[in-house]
């Protein structure tokens, strides 16, 4: 048992942080949830792989540089130590493309995947609907037979990124006879713009629009834009729900560089006699260590071709709620400037904490994944939700 | 990088599971906690057999150690199946002795200690030694020097009826110096480490006994672990206990390389471990209702423990402040 890199993975390492230094922008950009940053944040994706380092773990033919996981949480340490900017690009590198590499056809990953790396082409997620969040399931959108491709009809909603994104990816009911909810769903794709899409923005908790309604009335899909069998759609999207929730989403980067920010937010700011205050930022140190270290156990486990499987929801449930601490434990360091959400007298920390109060309910709800860790982790019985 | 046991320390676990399964160890404990040591020096003797105290014994005193990794994989054993004595104490002592200057001491007392002849136990400068009424051998703390006692308080009972205190007595200082104070820090720095790999079995023994429970137990006419209720206090637990386990491990490497951040690991490993075991145990008395509030039960043995090893080498409070004392 050892926690030791190799002298590559440490060379890696040296050349990431060389180059992020030299061009992770001076002042932040604007937040990626406005029309401006958004634009702003797609720019910086094409500087990143114009450097070959906007998806690192991907083959070299789609952009990347075949590095192992591990090669990618150092990339993701040094990404984050680096205050560079978020990535814009995040749902479909980390949720459309494992399911590409897993399900797709070489014509669709040699069309998709390089305009993806880019930021040519940015995509959004379309799973839920009004009458289906945690239950996704029972989702009703449709997609029909047409000559050459699918009609989509019916309604997404919660779909981030949608207000400013190019494409989008989710499920759809091909098969309304199927004797099951799951069974009958066909996975596909579709572009933001397409005849008979209307897209409405909607704003999250600080009024930005980080997501948006889609509304699908006869939308044209060829063919070559399903990914996996018809009707497959349910097992499809399956592989990618592990991913988001498991290893790629949001790796232990961030929430180190966070950790370490916030560490200095409080030798800056705080009272030493407060030890309330000391012992959560102390939580968040230790917190952000524990899923580090957490992630390494699951890496060196996927490197000897052990699979993630519920342990995923451990993950997810653990990242998402030292997300929320740690922003609320630097709004109550900041103290009564806490509350700044614009400028940069806040140190970002307001805009962090919204995106924070999110993550609990996106990529499956937490309640949700509690009860898989009940029941697949620890062997309780299902019951009712 | 591999961060997970290896063939062989699974192997070693897995057999150490297989003894204290088939030991009893809560008549071991019950016998303990009333003063009888007769079972808990016999099982003690067993596991000395295992290597277990070996571990912490360098091969030059009979040991095969210091072996940090494979302590901490032990200590978890250990508090999963609640073995009673002076656990973390004799880790301590090893350290204690592999650290003193002289070597006359570690002569003496290693090879014994690493083939389980002697059972030793440590008290901090100013506190109570756990077992002493059991130990062949009492180190303090006093002043800036070590002592090795000659007699003991009255034993006073700890929230753990297993964990019997008392404050020694007598003793000329053995050793006094700056390198005693060197090797004492080192000692509490083990034995916080020891106890937090024991808090985290005990912990994980919790969650595994009231899945059991929750299992079984029906209430209107269904098993209560069906309920979601039930369910997310469990995953709870779970979730606290398996990111508590690679902080215990991460300070294992640590040790083991000699790294210079050891200390600040231990400690967060130490204030994982034993909150999130404590956790563990609330959620094991809530879930198990009335029946886990009682004595009789073997639960109890449990729940006692992770109440106790929560404080003992290093509260919350202050592993929380030596995280970020840089």
Known sequence: MDLDFTPGEDTFRAEARAWLAAHVPATA??????????????????????ARWSVVSWPEEYGGRGASILRWLVFEEEYYAANAPGRVSQNGINLLAPTLFEHGTDEQRARILPAMASGATIWAQAWSEPEAGSDLA????????????????????????????????????????????????????????APGVTVRPIGRL?????????????????????????????????????????????????????????????????????????????????????????????ASRLAEGGDIGAES??????????????????????????????????????EGYVFSLAGPIYAGTNEIQRDIIAERLLGLPKGRR | MRFLLDAEQTAFVRTLDQLLAAADTPAVVRAWSAGDHGPGRALWERLAGTGVFALAVPEEYDGLGPLPVELAAAFVELGRHAVPGPLAETIAVCALLRGLGDRGPA?????????????????????????????????????????????????????????????????????????????????????????????????????????????????????????????????????????????????????????????????????????????????????????GYT??????????????LRTAWGTPAECRARVLAG
């Open chain 1, 29 to 50: 950009l604007p937040s990626l949830e406005t029309a401006e940053g958004f634009a702003a944040h797609r720019d910086w994706e094409r500087e990143l792989s114009g």
């Open chain 1, 138 to 193: 029972s989702l009703r959108s449709t997609a029909t037979r047409a000559d050459g491709g699918w009609l989509l009809n019916g309604q997404k909603t919660w779909s981030s990124r949608a207000a400013f994104a190019d494409r989008a990816f989710g499920l759809f009911r091909s098969d309304p006879a199927a004797d099951r909810p799951h069974r009958g769903l066909t996975y596909l794709m579709f572009a933001l713009d």
């Open chain 1, 206 to 298: 600080d009024g930005k629009p980080a997501f948006a309604e889609l509304f699908l009335d006869d939308v044209f899909v060829p063919d070559e834009d399903i990914i996996g069998a018809p009707g497959q759609g349910w097992r499809v999207a399956m592989s990618t729900a592990g991913n988001e929730r498991g290893l790629t989403l949001r790796s232990p980067g961030r929430f180190l560089a966070a950790a370490d920010r916030l560490t200095a937010l409080w030798r800056e700011r705080a009272d030493p006699h407060d030890t309330a205050l000391r012992d959560r930022v102390a939580d968040a140190v230790i917190g952000a260590r524990a899923y580090r270290l957490f992630t390494f156990t699951n």
């Open chain 1, 313 to 350: 929801s451990l993950n997810k449930v653990f990242w998402s709620e030292l997300d929320i601490r740690l922003h609320e434990t630097a709004l109550d360091l900041l103290g009564s400037d806490g509350e700044l959400a614009d400028g940069d007298d806040g140190g970002g920390w307001a």
């Open chain 2, 107 to 291: 002569k003496e007392w290693l090879p014994r200690i690493a083939s389980g002849e002697v059972l030793v136990t440590l008290a901090p400068a100013g506190s109570y030694a756990l077992d002493a009424d059991a130990a062949d051998a009492v180190f303090h703390v006093v002043a800036d020097g070590l002592a090795l006692a000659t007699g003991h308080g009255p034993v006073r009972a700890s929230l753990d009826p297993a964990r019997r205190l008392a404050r020694p007595t007598g003793g000329e200082p053995l050793m006094s110096g700056p390198a005693v104070r060197d090797a004492v820090r080192e000692a509490a720095d083990w034995a916080s480490f020891a106890t937090a790999a024991q808090s985290l079995g005990t912990g994980l023994a919790l969650v595994e006994q009231t899945v059991a429970y929750v299992k079984q137990r029906t209430q209107f006419g269904t098993a209560i672990g069906g309920f979601q209720a039930v369910k997310h206090q469990l995953a709870n637990a779970l979730l606290g206990l398996e990111f508590a386990r690679p902080l215990l491990y991460g300070a294992a490497v640590a040790l083991a390389g000699g790294s210079p951040g050891a200390g600040r690991d231990i400690a967060a490993a130490k204030v994982a471990c034993g909150e999130a075991a404590y956790a563990a145990a609330r959620t094991a008395l809530q879930l198990h209702g009335a029946i």
């Open chain 2, 295 to 308: 004595a009789e039960y073997d639960l109890s043995l449990w729940i006692g423990k992770a109440t106790a």
